[in-house]
């Protein structure tokens, strides 16, 4: 397997929380705070945490600022716990289901293993260079762990050396890896410390500030040892420690390994270890393979230049909430998240590729429509005023719906295709209400032409995007709202007739669910 291994082409770890117990009294604070995160509001949350001896800053009189508190919501972005939109922070039903039960370690581990497989490169919030990467990191961990050949392990300096620099993977090149990990692992310690060391890897800042004369190979020496410092750090210090709170990965202290880099140039030095295994929980490797029958490690992450929308993008990612999961912590599929996880593993935005396979198999078995016309009439079921069926066939509206709150019925045409929808009947469209009377026709799809946004806008039509609206459903009924009524939703389609009101509908979401993020 070629790997460019390069600063431009690296995984990055979050820094800043390495706790899961912190990182939980960080979102809980956030859930439970109303209250817009200003600038003011995130120094008081971060002198609240300090008075409580949560935030211990390195130096005992430091002053906090607005990034002390901010850096610990980019650590939540980014193990997937939710994500900033306008300024706002929003839950993912991952991050939401974890919350719900943090309490119960067995469910925990099960929960944050879903979140690290929905975790991808290019990630949402992270703006590094991981956009030169493609690739769902730790699905190929997860899944290296369960490998025979292997052990069932890892050694940090593997990950180092291999898995970081991985930017994308497909069958060949994944047993290429196994080979090359194989035959590393029959090397000593001091050879793949020098065989790490002849990368052309080091902080270039580093060098020219110890650098005494141009070329000056003593300062490249230790530049090079720090940049290897660094990233071991960043492994061991911040993502081992909340693998293994979360019973995803056991301690295992195999010391057949021991590489030491000298971190800095401190008299005395920093010295960072890499020791001990990466060894998956035994009872998530069965977990690990059901996600990767559904969810395949080789997937193609979503990327931002698929047509979406920064908003879409988020959303559609953060969104993962497969119901592998919810059958491991034992719901029952009469429940709501069950529901919820339904409507988001048929009707989320994808990549273009998987949904036009997806296409073509609706089109040979004629039951993907089926199944979105069924996941629309259960999503809107779940409104306590409002009472949906499903219809479909010729000549007939998908669902139909009634608004018990005024004693009125609408319709809903559902279009599961990713490839636009390029065109629209409105008089078929307008036969489908009269024949039940409603007063409006709410149109379902991920993507139209904009030639069908014109066809709309002097008709009782608006569009709404699926993502969106599980979106907004998923929020409502993972929050502490007991029930939820459809008046909001059926004000914002009655004041923009012939609008597509996903946009306005995601703005509700952050309003009524979301904070102000730094």
């Known amino acids: 397997m070629k790997l460019d291994r390069s600063e431009e082409n690296v995984w990055v770890i979050a820094k800043h929380i390495n706790n899961v117990d912190l990182m939980y009294k960080y979102a809980k604070f956030i859930k439970n705070n109303s209250s817009p995160l200003t600038t003011e509001s995130l120094n008081e949350i971060g002198e609240i945490f300090k008075s409580r001896g949560i935030y211990k800053p390195r130096w005992i009189n430091r002053k906090l600022n607005t990034s002390t508190v901010g850096n610990k919501i980019t650590t939540l972005n980014y193990w997937m716990f939710g994500y900033n939109h306008d300024e706002k922070f929003l839950f993912s039903p991952l991050g939401n289901l974890f919350l719900k039960h943090y309490k119960n370690l067995d469910s925990q581990k099960y929960i944050f293993t879903t979140m690290l497989w929905s975790l991808q490169f290019p990630h949402p919030h992270q703006k590094s260079n991981q956009n030169n990467i493609n690739i769902y990191p730790f699905r190929l961990?997860?899944?290296?762990?369960?490998?025979?050949?292997?052990?069932?392990?890892?050694?940090?300096?593997?990950?180092?050396?291999?898995?970081?620099?991985?930017?994308?993977?497909?069958?060949d090149s994944y047993k290429s890896l196994i080979e090359e990990i194989l035959n590393f692992r029959k090397l000593g310690n001091s050879d793949k410390k020098q065989k790490m060391l002849k990368e052309d890897l080091y902080s270039r800042s580093n060098l020219e500030k110890w650098s005494k004369f141009p070329g000056d190979s003593v300062a490249l020496a230790l530049?090079?040892?720090?940049?290897?410092?660094?990233?071991?750090?960043?492994?061991?210090?911040?993502?081992?420690?909340i693998f293994e709170r979360t019973g995803i990965i056991l301690s295992d202290n195999d010391d057949s390994s021991r590489i030491i880099f000298r971190q800095g140039k401190s008299e005395p030095p920093t010295l960072r270890k890499i020791q001990g295994c990466f060894k998956l929980n035994e009872n998530l490797i069965g977990f690990v393979k059901e996600l990767n029958d559904s969810f395949s490690f080789l997937e193609n992450p979503i990327k931002k230049t698929e047509g979406l929308l920064a908003s879409e993008f988020k959303s559609?990612?953060?969104?993962?909430?497969?119901?592998?999961?919810?059958?491991?912590?034992?719901?029952?599929?009469?429940?709501?998240e069950y529901?919820?996880?339904?409507?988001?593993?048929?009707?989320?935005?994808?990549?273009?590729?998987?949904?036009?396979?997806?296409?073509?198999?609706?089109?040979?078995?004629?039951?993907?429509?089926?199944?979105?016309?069924?996941?629309?009439?259960?999503a809107f079921n779940l409104f306590k005023d409002v009472k949906a069926e499903r219809i479909?066939?010729?000549?007939?509206?998908?669902?139909?719906?009634?608004?018990?709150?005024?004693?009125?019925?609408?319709?809903?045409?559902?279009?599961?295709?990713?490839?636009?929808?390029?065109?629209?009947?409105?008089?078929?469209?307008?036969?489908?209400?009269?024949?039940?009377g409603a007063k409006y026709t709410i149109l379902m799809t991920p993507r139209y032409a904009p030639k069908v946004k014109r066809h709309i806008s002097n008709d009782v039509i608006?569009?709404?995007?699926?993502?969106?609206?599980?979106?907004?459903?998923?929020?409502?009924?993972?929050?502490?709202?007991?029930?939820?009524?459809?008046?909001?939703?059926?004000?914002?389609?009655?004041?923009?007739?012939?609008?597509?009101?996903?946009?306005?509908?995601?703005?509700?979401?952050?309003?009524?669910?979301?904070?102000?993020?730094?």
């Open 316 to 336: 559609t990612v953060y969104g993962f909430y497969p119901k592998i999961l919810l059958d491991k912590l034992n719901m029952e599929r009469d429940d709501v």
């Open 223 to 241: 530049a090079k040892t720090t940049w290897w410092a660094n990233k071991t750090h960043e492994l061991n210090y911040y993502a081992k420690p």
């Open 141 to 171: 961990m997860l899944m290296l762990l369960t490998e025979d050949r292997l052990n069932k392990k890892l050694y940090p300096e593997e990950i180092l050396y291999f898995l970081f620099f991985v930017s994308e993977v497909n069958e």
């Open 462 to 518: 608006t569009i709404l995007k699926p993502a969106y609206f599980a979106e907004y459903l998923s929020n409502y009924y993972l929050s502490s709202i007991d029930e939820t009524s459809f008046k909001e939703l059926n004000d914002l389609i009655e004041n923009n007739m012939g609008e597509d009101i996903s946009e306005k509908l995601i703005k509700l979401t952050l309003d009524n669910f979301g904070n102000i993020a730094s």
């Open 392 to 436: 479909g066939g010729a000549g007939e509206t998908d669902v139909q719906c009634k608004n018990t709150l005024k004693d009125e019925t609408f319709a809903i045409e559902a279009k599961s295709t990713k490839s636009q929808l390029s065109g629209l009947s409105n008089e078929t469209l307008k036969e489908h209400r009269e024949k039940f």
């Open 339 to 378: 529901k919820i996880a339904r409507i988001k593993e048929i009707i989320p935005l994808q990549n273009i590729e998987e949904i036009s396979l997806a296409i073509k198999d609706a089109s040979i078995d004629g039951t993907k429509h089926k199944e979105f016309e069924i996941a629309i009439a259960d």
